[in-house]
């Protein structure tokens, strides 16, 4: 098992997480909206990952950490 995130004493990490996902509305709301019936709910269309949930984790643990 990997080891628990020190979110709390590297309050810079989550700083980083939440600049990027307000730079970048797309990324966001393929990470977190992933049923049309809550996108649709919130008045958004469904936004689809090209490469999936993984490779956006990906992306933000290497501009993270």
Do not use: C, R
């Not at 004493?9 to 989550?14: F, G, R, V």
């Not at 990324?27 to 999936?52: P, R």
């Not at 949930?53 to 643990?61: R, T």
Request: aromatic fraction near 12%.
């Amino acid at each position: 098992k990997a080891p628990n995130i020190k979110w709390v004493k590297n309050p810079d990490w989550t700083w980083k997480l939440i600049t990027y996902l307000m730079d970048h509305p797309k990324f966001h709301l393929k990470l977190f909206l992933n049923s049309t019936a809550k996108a649709k709910k919130e008045g958004q269309n469904k936004a689809v990952a090209k490469d999936g949930k993984l490779q956006q984790y990906i992306v933000l643990a290497k501009l993270i950490f």
